[in-house]
């Protein structure tokens, strides 16, 4: 192997256990319906053995070695390759970095969390938990993954545990009528519940992603026969990223670029489109941007978003949220800014207009949404979320006004280190949120913020967790919301002063949409008809607490997260230090 | 050219499926049977059971005669049973004699043996599938027809001389008009045998007539050339004497036309689609998936054999989208793209109102066989390599597409048995009826659509690599579309299973031998699409034949 891949250091295939564990959950889910178990058995087992990849990843983490980097690119370590399919050169090759392993520990984090706020499901539990199994297998698949071929197929794959969970276990559609105020909470419910809500949400969350992905697809079947053209067929992601990036592989030293004009000029393509390479690197690009934009909801593609994650069941709602959309932004770090840097530059300044409005629309969306659907208003602030996150995107890529010098690659570097942190961060908080808001409508029947008001007199403690989960999604400072944006906005200002400057809008009136949603529920006279609300159980205390205390503690030392990406967001923006025109 | 007590062992298994043909029919006739229920019951399970028992035994022989999972070393000692092995081996694809078709009319060689495997395992699963069923009259003339079939597929996967490719076609044919109308009492049932009987019946006559127009040519050329011999429907003797003539005249296009319409009939190619729907819908279950998937494969690899073989020079390129002019026509490959381009457009849009389950999977299936002529596309580039990927994401679109519609077509019959109809609304909260079944149904319907990680998705992926090769990228495209226009109709299946409510609750129960049936169809979808290396080192055995 090169020197920037090695292998597990004890021979170990980690990341294959990894990969593994959750299916062994799925047995398990099967042994436990052959045997007959009860289901609150089911609900236990399957929370105990979700802390099995939380293990594996917490010993990859530990082994994992951050400062490595050989070759002009960070070190991918615990590397696995063995040859799948010979006839497309597929390779089995998994591997983790700084800008993945942060996501993998997101996701083990969040799927026993959702584990536990699914033990209220009554219906059809084993198939649920097994679906939430197969749905953190899929996830993790896709951001340990680092063959095409495997990558996208979990990718299409994570739509289908996700899809049957927002279908079987979404709202239904009084309480989705409800919650956007359509209807009076009083009256009984109807009795048949034809879920016309939830499944046009689910249709259109998967055949969205689905479309979006097409362009990746057919993108990277023309890359293998482009590569192929030059003599170095591969699907492998860190080759093609090495090619994208002008770095070589295998003694082939031709930049990607040239590699795509070369093949589309003996195909004959351009004598059609004509243009240099940077036209056929834009199409790629934007083959790329537009799937990965659909999971990240840059805006304009987010408009399945609302829906998916409002008519979701909260476990789907936390995996979606905190995980799911992660994907997107993975994928741009993964894929866009190493394949396609030239153009990537070019775009930036589209890239960062599009997170703009984002940033803006998002935040308005929020705003609008506080005398609504609760779950909806925290899906419009993970749209503005996740704009920062696009928008260090188009900043690493922007070519910026100055001298490319050192103190312009510190900045790229941080704006991918705050994305980074930004995404787990938001992952940890808005996961926080929807559970809370999950087990707020188990107590109130309720989704609708006008139908809540002074919940504080007689649910305390709940008010304080959800008053914590407010902070650090609306980024307060000493939570870790707060150090990601900040590094985000520090990065992006050496490049995109002027969009950075606008995004402020956002980070206000998400903070004022977030703050009245509090004060519409907890705040104020006490709504009479919810007195004799419950407090907070301890077990879903202790189902929040480890959420907020990794928010907190994210927030005062993010040298945690930070120290395993930041060599690699190094390595990542060297190729932005040129101009490419 | 004689035929050699040698050429036996290579037909073994075409030997081995008409004696078995006729024990499962005489075990049946020479039997008196009472006429009571149980009787009936005994009688179905005993025809059932040894159609099933035979043809899995027929499958391990030809499996073994492969050496695909095992070739005996030369070194082997010689025993008893290394030489039952070596002799069975010396028949199978890997010997030297298979390089020569038997009389030039049946080749041996992996793309036939590839067939046959395909066709007999659908054969057996389908046979497994009625195991349980409620019985039919006469039994032993249903396996029989059934057995029947078979071996006309698996002459068609060999046939490399034009009137036994009739005679194949006719054999297997014959049987699937009768087992389609197999229902005599069943009005649908009865129209569907008839409506295949005839639509089938001009289709022969369009081959027929394709085949005398070569015919005709070859004639011609060997008496120009002033070569004689009674060899000129073979199609390697008449790709010689094309070749020795130079430039291929109208009288051959013409014949190619019609030959590729008269098979276009049996792969349900638009616009020679129109049979389809009606006796997919009116067959008994197991018969429309036999049709749907065996008869299928059969017919691409006569289709396939037949253009590579007989018509390299009519070959053409496949980037002219339509042809405008009759010089942009170069050759089959352009009017495959074209025909895959319709297939795709048709099958997919008029999938999407249906109301009727088998007929929905009936447009599903059409829209299938343009992803197949993708692969048989893919002949047209220019690089050795290209061509050899065309033909093996072609067998693997087949065996995926096998094994996929024998399970989604499985699961309605098992449906089918306990409500006695087939609309999707019978479908209605499977989920909750019978969870087992329905997550085998979504496994399928899951790989039909080309979800990852599914043998479907690799098929459509490795298909669509083939074409774009060959320069039909624009077919690439369109494929691409209508695999998102076919999710809404595949999920709208799903819909039924897993959200409408049902009508009861009552639990539909699954038989024994049904469910081992589906299981290994799903196993198979999902191992093919994990490991699809495993079925990609067998095909790449084809490649070799085919780039001759």
């Known amino acids: 192997m090169p020197a920037y891949l090695i292998a597990s250091p004890d021979g170990i295939p980690w990341l294959t256990l990894l990969l593994l564990s959750p299916l062994v959950g799925l047995l398990l889910i099967g042994l436990a319906g052959l045997l007959r178990l009860d289901d609150r058995i089911v609900k236990q087992g399957v929370t105990i053995w979700m802390l099995v990849p939380l293990i594996i990843a917490g010993l990859v983490t530990v082994g994992f070695r951050p400062a490595l980097a050989a070759e002009g690119q960070s070190v991918v370590q615990f590397v696995e390759k063995l040859p799948w399919i010979d006839a497309l050169r597929v390779d089995y090759f998994l591997g983790v970095d700084g800008i993945s392993l942060p996501l993998v520990l997101l996701t083990v984090v969040m799927a026993p969390i959702a584990a536990l706020a699914s033990f209220r499901v009554t219906e059809r539990v084993k198939a649920h938990y097994a679906l939430l199994l197969l749905l953190e297998w899929a996830m993790l698949g896709y951001f340990i993954a680092l063959d095409f071929f495997f990558f996208f197929i979990f990718w299409e794959f994570s739509l289908v545990p996700a899809f049957f969970l927002i279908l079987l276990w979404g709202r239904s559609d009084a309480e989705s009528a409800e919650a956007s105020g359509d209807r009076d909470p009083d009256t009984p419910a109807p009795a048949s519940d034809p879920g016309d809500r939830r499944r046009s949400a689910a249709l259109t969350f998967f055949i969205y992603t689905m479309a979006g992905s097409l362009g990746l697809l057919l993108l990277f079947q023309f890359l293998y026969l482009a590569t192929r053209a030059a003599g170095f067929p591969t699907f492998d992601l860190i080759a093609l990223g090495r090619l994208g990036q002008g770095l070589g592989v295998d003694g082939l030293d031709t930049p990607l670029r040239d590699i795509l004009f070369n093949y589309a000029n003996q195909l004959g393509i351009t004598g059609v489109l004509g243009g240099g390479p940077l036209l056929y690197s834009s199409i790629a690009f934007w083959a790329i941007f537009i799937a990965f934009a659909i999971k990240l909801a840059v805006w304009p593609f987010h408009t399945w978003l609302p829906a998916a994650y409002s008519e979701a069941p909260t476990a789907g709602s936390i995996l979606l949220a905190a995980v799911m959309s992660k994907m997107g932004a993975y994928g741009m770090l993964r894929l866009l800014l190493p394949l396609v840097p030239d153009a990537a530059q070019y775009f930036a300044p589209v890239i960062g207009a599009l997170a703009l409005v984002g940033i803006v629309a998002g935040a308005f969306g929020a705003l609008a949404h506080t005398g609504g659907d609760i779950k909806r208003l925290i899906g419009y602030t993970s749209i503005n979320h996740m704009g920062y996150v696009a928008l260090a995107v188009a900043a690493v890529a922007a070519a910026g006004a100055g001298v490319p010098d050192v103190s312009l690659q510190d900045s790229r570097a941080s704006a991918i280190n705050g994305a980074v942190l930004q995404m787990v961060a938001h992952g940890l908080s808005t996961g926080a949120l929807f559970l809370l808001a999950g087990l707020l409508y188990q107590r109130t029947r309720t989704y609708h913020l006008g139908a809540f008001g002074g919940l504080r007199t007689v649910a305390p403690v709940f008010a304080n967790v959800m008053g914590v989960a407010v902070f650090a999604n609306l980024g307060l400072p000493g939570m870790a919301g707060f150090v990601g944006e900040f590094f985000i906005f520090r990065g992006a200002w050496a490049t995109l002063p002027l969009f950075t400057l606008l995004a402020t809008i956002g980070l206000v009136v998400t903070a004022l949409a977030l703050l009245l949603m509090y004060r519409r529920v907890f705040l104020g006279p006490l709504n009479e008809r919810l007195a004799h609300t419950p407090d907070m159980h301890p077990t879903e205390f202790w189902t929040a607490l480890p959420l907020l205390v990794l928010l907190v503690l994210l927030g005062i030392f993010p040298a945690l997260i930070m120290g395993l990406t930041n060599t690699t967001a190094l390595q990542v923006v060297q190729v932005f230090m040129q101009a490419f025109t | ?548």
Not at chain 2, 269 to 288: C, E, K
Not at chain 2, 367 to 380: D, N
Request: proline share 5%; with cysteine.
């Open chain 2, 1 to 548: 050219m004689q035929f050699a007590l040698t050429d036996v062992p290579r037909i073994l298994p075409e030997i081995l499926l008409l004696v078995l043909a006729l024990l499962v029919l005489g075990s049946d006739v020479f039997e008196r049977w009472a006429n009571t229920d149980a009787a009936r019951t005994e009688q179905h399970r005993a025809s059932a059971s040894l159609a099933a028992l035979g043809l899995g035994m027929i499958l391990i022989i030809a499996l073994i005669q492969s050496g695909y999972v095992y070739r005996l070393p030369d070194d082997a000692p010689i025993n008893f049973l290394t030489n039952i092995v070596r002799n069975l081996q010396n028949g199978g694809p890997a010997s030297e004699l298979a390089t020569t078709p038997i009389l030039g009319a049946f080749a041996t060689d992996d793309l036939t043996m590839i067939g046959r495997l395909v066709v007999i395992a659908a054969a057996f699963l389908t046979v497994l599938l009625t195991y349980d069923a409620r019985p039919t009259a006469n039994p032993g003339e249903f396996y029989t027809l059934i057995i029947g079939s078979t071996l006309g597929m698996c002459l068609m996967a060999g046939s490399s001389e034009l009137i036994m490719t009739f005679l194949a076609i006719e054999l297997t044919s014959i049987p699937l008009y009768v087992l389609a109308g197999y229902f005599r009492n069943d009005r649908q049932s009865t129209e569907a045998g008839m409506k295949y009987f005839l639509f089938g019946a001009m289709s022969s006559g369009i081959l027929l007539y394709g085949m005398s127009l070569t015919y005709g040519y070859a004639a011609t050329a060997a008496v120009t050339q002033g070569s004689t011999g009674n060899n000129l429907t073979q199609f390697e003797r008449i790709r010689e004497l094309v070749a020795q003539a130079g430039e291929p005249t109208v009288l051959l296009t013409l014949g190619m036309l019609f030959l590729i319409a008269g098979i276009g009939y049996k792969v349900t190619v638009v616009p020679f689609h129109g049979w389809s729907p009606d006796v997919y819908q009116g067959a008994p279950t197991p018969i429309t998936a036999f049709i749907a998937t065996a008869s299928k494969v059969a017919s691409f690899i006569l289709l396939f054999r037949l253009l590579t073989t007989t018509f390299p020079v009519l070959t053409g390129a496949a980037d002219v989208i339509i042809p405008v002019e009759a010089s942009t026509f170069t050759g089959w490959t352009s009017l495959l793209a074209l025909l895959a381009f319709l297939t795709l457009i048709v099958g997919n849009l008029a999938a999407l109102p249906q109301t009727n389950a088998k007929r929905l999977l009936a447009y599903s299936s059409i829209a299938h066989a343009g992803f197949l002529l993708m692969g048989l596309v893919a002949w047209s580039a220019s690089l050795a390599m290209d061509r050899e990927a065309g033909i093996a994401s072609l067998l693997y679109y087949l065996v995926a597409y096998t094994v996929m519609n024998l399970g989604v077509f499985g699961v309605l019959y098992v449906v089918d048995q306990h409500t006695r109809s087939d609309e999707i609304s019978v479908l209605n909260g499977l989920a909750r009826r019978n969870l087992g079944l329905a997550v085998l149904f979504t496994i399928f319907v899951f790989s039909l659509a080309g979800i990852p990680p599914l043998s479907g998705f690799f098929a459509k992926f490795y298909v669509f690599m083939a074409a774009w090769q060959a320069g039909a990228e624009w077919l690439v495209i369109v494929g691409l579309i209508t695999t998102i226009i076919s999710l809404y109709y595949y999920l709208r299946l799903l819909r039924a299973v897993f959200i409408v409510p049902p009508d009861t609750d009552a639990p539909i129960p699954t038989p024994r031998w049904m469910a081992t049936s589906l299981v290994l169809s799903a196993l198979l979808v999902i191992v093919l699409g994990l490991f699809p290396n495993i079925i990609l080192t067998i095909i790449d055995n084809v490649q070799a034949v085919a780039g001759r």
